[in-house]
């Protein structure tokens, strides 16, 4: 029933504005010193209020990230590769626990739990390294990370769920959250792209 409130909240507010002074959450990339590969971090996304209180309502929260290596030219740069994961986070109020699950290509996927929220927020903040993404070639480079952070209806989680090789029936009130999700749009948010320092290949 919170679930259901908390979507007719955002119906009667608007469906995509963002409070004011809400909006800390922020990216980060940066270089490992020997391998040049990229770490990624999200910061302060518990802190903006609607995603707190969508994951106390227990919906299911999809971050997806996309990471870009950058070559440096004298007249414009140019995107060398690409690489896009995603991670789910969600509470489960009978557990007394909070999970975050890690999807990308060709890779099972992991889950780690928490009884702690602050070890919760911990582990999400955490630098992650995105391995053998460095460059091949000798030149200047820059990596560049993008963010978008929403809530995932069922069809959308069922997808994940299939790519794990895991299945589940919704309950009736997973059913009616989604389709009030896919009624409002909401919640969803892209975040402020992270550049790195840029460093030189010999």
């Keep these: 029933m919170r679930r259901i409130l908390f979507l007719l909240a955002v119906v009667l507010v608007g469906a995509t504005d963002v409070a004011s002074g809400q909006a800390s959450a922020r990216v980060e990339v940066t270089v490992d010193s020997v391998r040049r590969d990229p770490k990624v971090r999200l910061h302060n996304l518990m802190e903006e209020s609607r995603w707190r209180e969508a994951l106390d309502d227990a919906f299911r929260i999809s971050i997806n990230w996309r990471v870009e290596l950058w070559r440096r030219q004298a007249l414009w740069s140019t995107k060398e590769r690409q690489f896009e994961f ?24 992991a889950t780690e739990s928490f009884r702690d929220f602050g070890d919760f927020v911990l582990q999400l903040e955490r630098a992650i390294p995105i391995n053998h993404m460095a460059p091949r070639t000798s030149g200047e480079f820059f990596y560049v990370a993008e963010v978008n952070v929403s ?10 769920q299939r ?25 969803s948010q892209t975040l402020p792209s992270a550049r790195s320092a840029r460093f030189r290949i010999p």
């Design 86 to 109: 995603s991670v789910v986070i969600r509470r489960e109020p009978l557990l007394g626990q909070y999970f975050i699950t890690y999807f990308s290509a060709n890779r099972e996927p």
């Design 151 to 160: 809530a995932l209806d069922e069809e959308q989680f069922a997808e994940m």
């Design 163 to 187: 790519f794990a090789g895991a299945g589940s029936e919704p309950s009736r009130g997973d059913a009616i959250s989604s389709f009030l999700l896919r009624l409002v749009g909401l919640p």
